[in-house]
């Protein structure tokens, strides 16, 4: 059974700074990808970053340039470092593992950016 655990979440004023972490457990590939998604109240979940273990790195166009994803594949853990916060990325950041079939979410944790 794999199990992601999140932290770091919480209250930060707009321009401000974040850092989420997300440690994994269990039986996991050694060939995987981690990731980050969000998701604000009435909005779908959406991607906000992954890393692939061979350095592959994806970012949405809203967060390209303030957030910045890094994994460690020995420890199986991956953060997300949230600079220039901004009201919109209010939202529950879900913590994400998949390899082949295999899909895992951790169980969220809240950022809110105040003005």
């Known amino acids: 059974q794999v199990q992601l655990v999140e932290s770091g979440g919480g209250l930060v004023q707009a321009g401000g700074s974040l850092r989420l972490s997300c440690a994994a457990s269990?039986?996991?590939?050694?060939?995987?990808?981690m990731g980050w998604y969000r998701q604000a109240p009435g909005k779908q979940r959406e991607l906000v970053a992954f890393?692939?273990?061979?350095?592959?790195?994806i970012y949405a166009d809203s967060v390209k340039g303030r957030f910045t994803i890094s994994r460690d594949n020995a420890k199986n853990t991956v953060s997300l470092q949230m600079n220039s916060l901004k009201l919109e990325d209010t939202a529950v950041y879900y913590c994400?593992?998949?390899?082949?079939?295999?899909?895992?979410w951790g169980q969220g944790t809240q950022v809110t950016v105040s003005s």
């Open positions: 994400n593992l998949k390899w082949n079939e295999y899909d895992y």
């Open positions: 269990g039986s996991i590939f050694r060939i995987n990808t």
């Open positions: 890393k692939t273990t061979n350095g592959i790195t």
